[in-house]
């Protein structure tokens, strides 16, 4: 290297490079951008030029890129947090309109039947110790809901009150087996009761017990409540008959009976706090 740099070809390159330099400042000096030195200078610097416009372009196009990358981020999140928030009112709508029809069903309930004191109320979870999920509500003493106030969803029977604490109430359903309820066919008029065992409680059927042998009554029939006990008003909506069968045990038929509540989807219910006839075992 220190050979090259004493050589004659390193000398001859330097007074060129050398003439360049002078060249491109005399041109500038004279604004003469004609003269054969600019011309030479130009056609080695012009490549150069364009090498650095394109670069130079090159960086403005990642820079618009980084730029418009940070918008459609900042867009997108925008757009998310307006997804979120329609959402939401959607879920608060679909809530509001449940609400709605809920109230719409129970008032045609209270028209029908006057005497009804109602008490609305949000299922707020279910009572683990019990093996057939007794709900809990969030309405308790201070609402005036009592032990044995029954009930419903619509016009159908849900269960019956068994505990009351002074803001909630824990409510056994009628799959639950200690729940009985007196009955009636609304087509035969045949009198018998509801209950329920394990195996139906799973299946989420009741048993609509004590028919006679040669019992009439069908699949499709509607069963309600007889009112006898003063527990139960009458005429609530229990289920419908799936299923009529002999007894193992003794000459008696019995019948399976899918329930009208779907209890186990449920989120509100109310309940009969006061009914003519509550507290009075009528006998028909």
Known sequence: MRHFLKSVRFRVFALVICALLVGMVIAVATENPSSPITSAVGSVVGPLRRVASAVADKFGWFEDSFASAGAYKNENE?????????ESRLAGYDEAMHKLESYETILEVKEKN?????????IIGTDSSDIFSSIIINKGSSDG?????PVIYGNYLVGVVKKVNHSYSVIETILNPSVNVSAIESKTREAAYITTDVRQSEEGKCILAGLDRTTEISPGGIVLTSGIGGIYPSGLIIGTVSQVLKSDIDISSYAIVTPGADIGSLEDV??????DGQGVETIE
């Open 270 to 275: 109310f309940v009969i706090t006061a009914f």
């Open 114 to 122: 006057p005497d009804f004191s109602i008490v609305p109320a949000d």
């Open 78 to 86: 925008r757009l998310k947090e307006k997804v979120a928030e329609y």
């Open 145 to 149: 809901v009592k032990v044995n106030d």
